[in-house]
């Protein structure tokens, strides 16, 4: 496979924000540490209550396509990510899913393309569930290597329980491995993936997982863990932060 990340492929990335304050973070450290930020493209959905929620909305770039849309008309995250890649996705080669509260390490974007070459496979799909940063105390967890793993399964709906099954960095492979689930907060592969699979809009949140990873599977398309860990994600909850389920039910 000729090489990609010194060809000028371009990464959309997708982002659905509700109410989280920590989206215009999140973009901002995006582009600062990525070796080709030129080369990076945001679409970010960004559902606020107007007047409210000003904090929440990103900044305007060139590179950032963003749509503003009342918080009550929101779907929730599936609709959310549906939508983004349906109408903010462009000419760009390749697509990274990422969740709105996430941070990065510097050259992200090349640690990317040089996993899917050493993958050696047009089909790959990258995805897991990332090491962990606090905002608010500036933490952030040593990079470990992160295979998805299923002990046990929902009791009335027989989903897989997913969880993060954590390795140390010592034990990371040089190659990519297989693996059978994709994470909604992590996932990487070409944009003609996502238009072949798309995204579901229906489902609301419980199932998400387990249906995009069937679905990629069945359309051909194989998942692996990232063995070059790029990114971390914010796992815990901010009171300044609504969460969808809680504004729309109660």
């Keep these: 496979m000729a090489s990609v990340y010194l060809g000028g492929a371009r990464i959309f990335v997708s982002i659905a924000s509700y109410r989280d304050p920590q989206a215009p973070d999140t973009v901002k450290d995006l582009f ?7 080369s990076i493209f945001a679409g970010v959905l960004s559902q606020v209550v ?14 950032v396509r963003q749509v ?28 990274l899913q990422i969740d709105s509260h996430s941070r990065f390490d510097k050259g992200w974007d090349t640690r990317l393309f040089r996993m899917f070459e050493k993958a050696n496979d047009p089909m790959a799909v990258f995805s897991t569930y990332p090491s962990s940063f606090d ?20 009791e009335k709906l027989g989903f897989p329980l997913i969880s993060s099954g954590v390795r140390p960095a010592s034990e990371i492979p040089e190659f990519p491995e297989l693996t059978p689930f994709v994470s909604g907060g992590c996932t990487f592969t070409t944009a003609k993936a996502v238009r072949q699979v798309p995204y579901h809009p229906y489902l609301y949140f419980l199932g998400e997982e387990i249906n995009y990873s069937i679905r990629l599977w069945t359309h051909g398309y194989n998942i692996y863990t990232p063995n070059e860990p ?3 994600h914010y796992y815990g909850r901010s009171p300044q932060r609504a969460v969808h389920w809680e504004d729309q039910f109660y």
């Design 68 to 95: 503003i849309i009342p918080a009550k008309e929101s779907r929730g995250a599936c609709w959310a990510r549906h939508r983004i890649f349906t109408t903010l996705l462009h000419e760009e080669e390749f697509v």
């Design 32 to 38: 600062a540490k990525a070796d080709r930020p030129e």
């Design 230 to 232: 790029f990114m971390y």
């Design 50 to 63: 107007k007047g409210v929620d000003d904090h929440c909305l990103v900044s305007h770039h060139p590179n």
């Design 135 to 154: 905002p608010y105390s500036g933490y952030f967890s040593p990079q470990t290597y992160n295979r998805f793993d299923c002990q046990t399964f929902d």
